[in-house]
């Protein structure tokens, strides 16, 4: 950071049980579409290009979960994970005291089972600090509120100003941490520990996805929502390699016999080669040929699973996930089927996902052009990748 730099954190807060909403872990430990729930949170916050820090916090029985279930879905990113209290407020507070040491100007403390916040949301409590203390995300309450005994309506709210609170809410990092280390742990949140202290809250708008995961049905929406938010991406890859004299061909990393070899400046697996090229298309990052030149020697005999690696690591790196690979082999010869399974157990090694989303299959073409003369194989292949 420059001088003078105004720095942010954010303190997700992920150490309850949550009851009520059920199944067989902690609801921020579910899956939710291609992720746990709370891995869907801290993208949220690591991609945010005004968060500076961003510290986790667990139950200290929660820590083997959290860095074998959550921690693989974010890439390496760099967080510190503390452990919470036996209460909501005492695990703000470690949150903020794992900061303390080299403190933030400004800190958002969000809750963990909220999945869906928007990049939006955390701008505007960002840019509402620049005017004051403290600012959170609200949503005015529109419905008729009701009182009531039983199953009976027993009086009217007025609903004029009044809001629905969300998360983060976000402070000067200052006066949230003495703010704190006064307070009762009474308090439903960190806005009212604030206010206790004397701290003037802003609201901003807030969002209606960005809800909290409460109750088993909330899977369901806060699914949707993700899926309206996802970024997903196809690319294709087309190839072509002739026959050259020798004994085997490799295809998707799989030696088979054969009377010819493929010709070309690496081993000529021509389906890594296309699959390669479909996730640089899907990233619109060029292809094989731009990162691993042909006129580089290097590169002569490599194996070509180093590129389709280095492809995978690409996406990763851009926060994409690959869900599926279809790859069609167009030849007469050699027989493909035989090896299909083994084509696709390798290639979900190097694609880094199940073998049911890998697809081999092959054709030919009925003996016309020039694999139908058995002088080469050619390939296409369809990935796609998913970035929440």
């Known amino acids: 950071m420059g001088v003078g730099t105004v720095t942010t954190a954010a303190v997700i807060v992920a150490a309850g049980r949550g009851i009520r909403a059920g199944g067989p872990a902690p609801k921020q430990y579910q899956t939710l579409g291609t992720a746990p729930v709370l891995a869907h949170t801290l993208r949220a916050f690591l991609r945010h290009p005004a968060i500076d820090r961003v510290v986790v916090v667990v139950s200290g ?8 279930d959550v921690a693989p879905h974010l890439d390496g990113a760099d967080m510190c994970l503390t452990e919470g209290g036996d209460s909501r407020a005492a695990s703000v507070r470690a949150g903020l005291l794992a900061l303390a040491e080299d403190p933030p100007d400004r800190v ?16 505007r409590v960002i840019d509402a600090l620049t005017l004051g203390a403290a600012a959170a995300p609200a949503l005015s309450v529109t419905d008729t509120l009701w009182r009531g005994q039983g199953q009976t309506v027993t009086g009217i709210t007025d609903r004029d100003g009044l809001f629905r609170a969300q998360t983060p809410q976000g402070f000067r990092f200052a006066e949230i941490l003495a703010a704190h280390e006064t307070a009762d742990g009474t308090e439903t949140d960190d806005v009212e520990v604030a206010m206790k202290s004397g701290l003037a809250v802003q609201i901003v708008d807030g969002d209606e996805d960005n809800l909290k995961i409460t109750r088993p049905e909330d899977f369901h929406r806060a699914a949707r929502n993700l899926g309206a938010q996802m970024d997903i991406r196809t690319g294709n890859g087309f190839d072509v390699h002739a026959f050259a004299p020798g004994d085997h061909v490799t295809l998707c990393g799989i030696d088979i016999p054969h009377d010819k070899a493929l010709s070309g400046h690496s081993d000529a697996d021509v389906a890594l080669h296309v699959i390669t090229d479909a996730i640089y298309g899907a990233l619109a990052e060029g292809d094989i040929g731009q990162w691993f030149p042909p006129s580089d020697p290097q590169w002569k005999g490599a194996a070509s699973d180093i590129f389709l690696t280095h492809a995978v690591a690409l996406a990763a790196e851009r926060g994409f996930t690959i869900t599926h690979s279809d790859c069609t082999i167009i030849c007469e010869a050699p027989k493909i089927g035989p090896h299909a399974l083994a084509m696709r157990a390798k290639l979900a090694q190097i694609l880094g996902i199940e073998a049911s989303r890998v697809s081999v299959k092959a054709t030919t073409t009925e003996q016309l052009g020039f ?18």
Do not use: Q, Y
């Open 371 to 388: 694999t139908g003369r058995k002088e080469g194989i050619a390939a296409m292949a369809t990935v796609t990748l998913v970035r929440v």
């Open 61 to 68: 029985e929660d820590r083997p979960r959290f860095l074998a």
């Open 108 to 123: 958002l403390i969000h809750d963990g089972a909220r999945a869906c916040v928007s990049a939006a949301v955390i701008s």
